[in-house]
């Protein structure tokens, strides 16, 4: 009741520095708005995980699958653990072991990581190659690789981690002056292959002892999940044996002199020919 009489009671000079103190807020907030709605429009939306299958769905078929008795031949018991193969490749979820070996029980020491890179996994490879003894390094990237994207083109929004491991690929890929070509699939299947031949190269230095004895075959190839070389989804392409890139002498090769000549449509890095027929050229580094 006071408070409402109160105004009235007031001297004129009074009243008016109330509503000076009144007004004065009000513009004040009135300023803010307006500033503040420009502000918004050009934030960007911030990616948000799509909804998919919540973990407990996962974890249950996890415990259901790992619970399951599986069969194994009585030679596989006893069986040495040696891998047949050390297999570095791009951390992509598409990229699965069944790419490499359909059949169980073809062991396989995996070691993956962003954009298949040696560097940084010499410690696991090392131990896959000369610890374990695996015969072939095999080292693969894959068509579509979100990796080669993301560093071809920008990686602004990455955390610092990621940023220092695709920053890596400068070495392979030659650095900024490959930004932007990410985005065409021929200029980034040409990106892969090279990032594959620079690792195979750094794996033939590093093991080159064990390759001279015939002990190990470094062997890069490009799992094509895209069917960028037109030859069926999920092919396995191998385009670099021990350094050797020549589509030709790939295939003269005495690691391929015993393997079925249909097989060795894969080996080799040209694409399938265009619609027009004209066959696109070799690429080598």
């Given amino acids: 009741m006071f408070a409402a009489v109160y105004p009235l009671l007031l001297p004129a000079q009074d009243e008016d520095k109330m509503q000076n103190k009144t007004i004065v807020p009000l ?17 960007r939306p911030v990616l948000k995980n799509r909804v998919g299958v919540p973990p407990f769905d996962i974890l249950q078929e996890l415990l259901a699958t790992g619970s399951q008795t599986r069969k194994r031949s009585p030679a596989g018991q006893n ?9 570095l490749a791009d951390s992509d979820a598409r990229v699965q072991s069944e790419f490499i070996f359909a059949q169980p029980g073809r062991r396989i020491f995996s070691v993956r990581n962003l954009a298949n890179q040696l560097s940084t996994a010499t410690g696991a490879v090392d131990y896959g190659v000369l610890f374990l003894h695996s015969p072939v390094l095999l080292i693969t990237g894959n068509t579509d690789s979100e990796a080669i994207r993301l560093f071809s083109m920008g990686q602004a929004d990455l955390t610092p981690a990621i940023r220092q491991e695709l920053g890596q690929l400068s070495l392979a890929l030659g650095g900024a002056g490959q930004a932007g070509k990410g985005e065409n699939r021929e200029a980034q299947r040409l990106l892969i292959e090279k990032n594959i031949d620079y690792q195979v190269r750094q794996a033939v230095e590093r093991y080159r002892e064990r390759i001279n004895n ?16 037109g030859r069926g989804a999920d ?51």
């Avoid at 300023?31 to 429009?41: D, N, V």
């Avoid at 069986?79 to 297999?87: K, N």
């Fill in 235 to 285: 092919q396995l392409i191998i385009i670099n044996i021990n350094g050797e890139t020549d589509t030709e002498k790939l295939r003269e090769l005495p690691l391929l002199r015993t393997v079925d000549p249909k097989l060795l449509t894969n080996v080799g890095r040209s694409a399938a020919p265009d619609a027009k027929g004209t066959k696109p050229r070799q690429d080598t580094f």
């Fill in 214 to 229: 015939g002990r190990l075959a470094v062997v890069g190839s490009v799992l094509d999940i895209a069917n960028d070389y």
């Fill in 79 to 87: 069986a040495s653990a040696a891998p047949w193969v050390t297999w």
């Fill in 27 to 43: 513009v004040l907030l009135f300023t803010a708005l307006c500033f503040h709605f420009p502000a918004h429009a050009e934030m």
